[in-house]
T-cell receptor, first 110, second 113 residues
Framework: AQRVTQPEKLLSVFKGAPVELKCNYSYSGSPELFWYVQYSRQRLQLLLRHISRESIKGFTADLNKGETSFHLKKPFAQEEDSAMYYC????????????FGKGTLLTVNP | DTEVTQTPKHLVMGMTNKKSLKCEQH?????MYWYKQKAKKPPELMFVYSYEKLSINESVPSRFSPECPNSSLLNLHLHALQPEDSALYLC????????????FGPGTRLTVT
């Protein structure tokens, strides 16, 4: 069965510092991986998808199949990055299910 | 229109009430979802509809009854809820054939008294 692990429940950094939110997955096939972000009092929104290898709001994430990881990185954190971040895996098939990690609450201090 | 909308934003109901949550999207997505989210927790999947047919029920109690009247609308009918059902209820939609990212509505904050 698929599983997504985000080992850090809380992560606190200072403004301008690099930030890395960890995500490891367990799945035997070829997964689709996503990062979602939920700012305070806002909807859950898609931040990144591994397929498009894009950079959004300065964040990047690379799929490492050898380490089964999809860590989210930003070289210089901003206070507005403070939010809950969820890594999610789509495992294919006809069930259309996303498996979410437990989330990491990122706080960027001034 | 690239948004999922949900009504109402807030709902307070007693344990004997019957109410409904509504969700709408006009992105042409043929998969729609109901999730329950507690504070600081990830969304928990409740139901999945694909092509207007129920494809997944994650062992949700029968006091929650989903309905998909057409490809743009999704309802969740509530009856005889318990206080522990108080949560944020999220609707989402996605393409069926991919890519498979889901687009979420803002949610309905439900309080059961």
């Amino acid at each position: 069965a698929q599983r997504v692990t985000q080992p850090e429940k809380l992560l606190s950094v200072f403004k301008g510092a690099p930030v890395e939110l960890k995500c490891n997955y367990s799945y035997s096939g070829s997964p689709e991986l996503f990062w979602y972000v939920q700012y305070s009092r806002q909807r859950l929104q898609l931040l990144l998808r591994h397929i498009s290898r894009e950079s959004i709001k300065g964040f990047t994430a690379d799929l490492n199949k050898g380490e089964t990881s999809f860590h989210l990185k930003k070289p210089f954190a901003q206070e507005e990055d403070s939010a809950m971040y969820y890594c999610a895996l789509y495992s294919g098939g006809s069930n259309y299910k996303l498996t979410f990690g437990k989330g990491t609450l990122l706080t960027v201090n001034p | 229109d690239t948004e999922v909308t949900q009504t109402p934003k807030h709902l307070v109901m007693g344990m004997t009430n019957k109410k409904s949550l509504k969700c709408e999207q006009h992105m042409g997505h043929r998969a729609m979802y109901w999730y329950k989210q507690k504070a600081k927790k990830p969304p928990e999947l409740m139901f999945v509809y694909s092509y207007e047919k129920l494809s997944i029920n994650e062992s949700v109690p029968s006091r929650f009854s989903p309905e998909c009247p057409n490809s743009s609308l999704l309802n969740l009918h509530l009856h005889a809820l318990q206080p522990e059902d108080s949560a944020l209820y999220l609707c989402a939609s996605s393409q069926v054939t991919g890519p498979h990212e889901q687009y979420f509505g803002p949610g309905t904050r439900l309080t059961v008294t």
